[in-house]
């Protein structure tokens, strides 16, 4: 028995099941890659093993922490019903969620002079696309709420300038949805792709140029790297890591934006959530209505028409997931 072969058995028992775990899949595969498999087929993952490649990437926050956590939990206790040996993460020696979050939410003053800076990328030899690449891939993040995953992942065959409308296919929660996006993003893509036309419908649309990347594509620390270098540029304070801004903001804004701009035009939320939860691809209802509570954090006049009209739909818990 191999390891690889303990995690197809236990993929296909939880697929069995019912559940859809591509998200824990990769995680386990990543606590595996430096797993020396046993000559006699003997299976075990020793409290050392396990400690030292839970938990020890980068710039990785709380709460994914117990999130991988409790996808390497789940396939170690596979391991040990099928009479392997393994060490599990007991849960009281974890971090404790983080249950304070709050999202930085940009005004539209700093989202002018993010994209005004981008389009000023300074070029470089080791990445000639790059000056380039950035100005329409930030456009894309605000004008359109993507995760940044589905932006790095945008094939040529996803997009449809015709239409201006996005295909984002098998995302964070297994669904796929059209994204349409403005006429500004189709000027900007379009003038990209004239200078860099695509080899093939299956190409990237903004592959990484660097022998490091991940079969061509870029990985979402890079793009992080270039967000808080234009942060830097527009003059907008990086306050540390958990405090933010993050990268992961921009889809928080592109959300605010469109609840702020429905509630002072008086469109029905009840109705409108629903739209707004399927244009992110949320998973039901329950992440898009935190972003009622980030609205009323960010536009606090707006508090008691949201209250008298919608207090129903609004959480009154603590945004606790950084990943809506």
Avoid at 87 to 104: D, G, M, Q, T, V
Avoid at 110 to 117: A, D
Avoid at 265 to 278: C, N, Q
Wanted: glycine share 6%; with cysteine.
């Amino acid at each position: 028995m191999t390891s690889k072969m303990l995690l197809e058995q236990y993929m296909a028992e939880r697929h069995a099941l019912g559940f859809s775990l591509k998200t824990d899949e990769g995680c386990i595969k990543r606590f595996l890659r430096n797993f020396a498999e046993p000559d006699d087929g003997v299976l075990s993952f020793t409290k050392e093993y396990v400690l030292k490649h839970i938990g020890n990437r980068l710039n990785v926050q709380t709460n994914t922490i117990l999130r991988d956590v409790s996808a390497i939990n789940g396939f170690l206790d596979f391991a040990i019903r099928k009479g392997y040996t393994a060490y599990k993460i007991p849960s009281k020696s974890l971090p404790k969620e983080n249950r304070n979050f709050r999202a930085y939410i940009f005004t539209d003053d700093e989202i002018e002079r993010m994209l005004i800076v981008a389009d000023y990328v300074p070029f470089t030899e080791q990445n000639p696309a790059r000056k380039y690449q950035l100005p329409v891939m930030f456009r894309i993040l605000f004008n359109c709420g993507l995760r940044t995953s589905e932006l790095l992942n945008l094939r040529m065959c996803d997009v449809d300038l015709k239409e201006n409308v996005f295909t984002i296919l098998d995302t964070k929660f297994h669904k796929n949805r059209l994204v349409p996006f403005s006429d500004s993003v189709s000027v900007a893509l379009t003038q990209y792709l004239e200078r860099f036309p695509s080899e093939s419908p299956d190409s990237l649309i903004f592959p990484s140029s660097s022998p490091r990347g991940n079969g061509g594509r870029y990985g979402n620390s890079w793009l992080q790297t270039q967000f808080r270098q234009l942060l830097r540029m527009a003059g907008i304070p990086y306050n540390g890591p958990g405090k933010g801004p993050r990268l992961h903001d921009i889809r928080h804004t592109f959300a605010v934006h469109c609840l702020n701009n429905w509630v002072l035009s008086g469109e029905d939320l009840t109705a409108a959530l629903p739209v707004l939860s399927r244009y992110l691809g949320h998973n039901g209802l329950t992440g898009t209505q935190k972003y009622l509570q980030l609205t009323a954090q960010m536009y606090p006049d707006i508090v008691a028409k949201l209250e008298t009209q919608f207090g129903g739909l609004i959480p009154q818990m603590e945004v606790s997931d950084e990943n809506i």
